[in-house]
């Protein structure tokens, strides 16, 4: 059975040594037998149907691959349709009447509790507020993630220690649910 995957990329095309760019990684997601891929936007999405693997091991995959076709380390995360609907769909937050530089989701690559985030003071952070999902944290920063204090706090590396944590605005979350419906 062949199911559609978003592949979240951490960390590319944003500045620095990570240049990889979309047309490059089509072609190394073909040469891994994937089917239909496409890009969405420069800063590391990808959509593409496979009839082999999980999430877990078409995202080890697809590292490796990057690895040794580019020379450099990427984290992946790779999840289903089902999935990327079900964490849109549950969001906390009035997604409909915020703008989309306000919301963001956080897709981690493991389950996640509220004691990871125990040290947060949340009350010093309003109005910024943030919640738990399915291995997501939905985060609500209504002056725009580049100005969100709370934004710097949790992306702290003893917060995600041990996993992989890659954000994305409120219109590529309903964008990835768009194209991997297809």
């Not at 073909?30 to 693997?53: C, E, K, M, N, Y």
């Not at 996640?112 to 997501?136: K, S, T």
């Amino acid at each position: 059975m062949t199911t559609t995957y978003a592949a979240l990329l951490r960390g590319i095309n944003v500045g620095g040594k990570k240049k990889l760019p979309m047309a490059d990684l089509r072609q190394l997601m073909d040469g891994l037998g994937h089917d239909g891929v496409r890009t969405h936007l420069q800063s590391g999405q990808a959509v593409f149907a496979s009839g082999h693997g999980d999430e877990d091991s078409l995202a080890a995959e697809l590292a490796q691959a990057i690895q040794q076709h580019f020379g450099f380390a990427v984290d992946v995360i790779v999840r289903d349709h089902a999935y990327l609907k079900a964490v849109a769909e549950a969001c906390p937050f009035p997604a409909a009447e915020l703008e989309a530089k306000q919301l963001h989701v956080t897709y981690f690559s493991a389950p996640v509790d509220a004691e990871r985030f125990a040290e947060i003071d949340r009350e010093a952070y309003l109005p910024e507020e943030f919640r738990l999902g399915d291995r997501a944290l939905y985060l609500y920063a209504p002056d725009g993630l580049g100005r969100s204090q709370l934004a710097v706090h949790l992306a702290k590396p003893r917060i995600n220690k041990g996993l992989i944590a890659t954000s994305r605005n409120w219109n590529t979350v309903v964008k990835l649910v768009e194209l991997t419906a297809q």
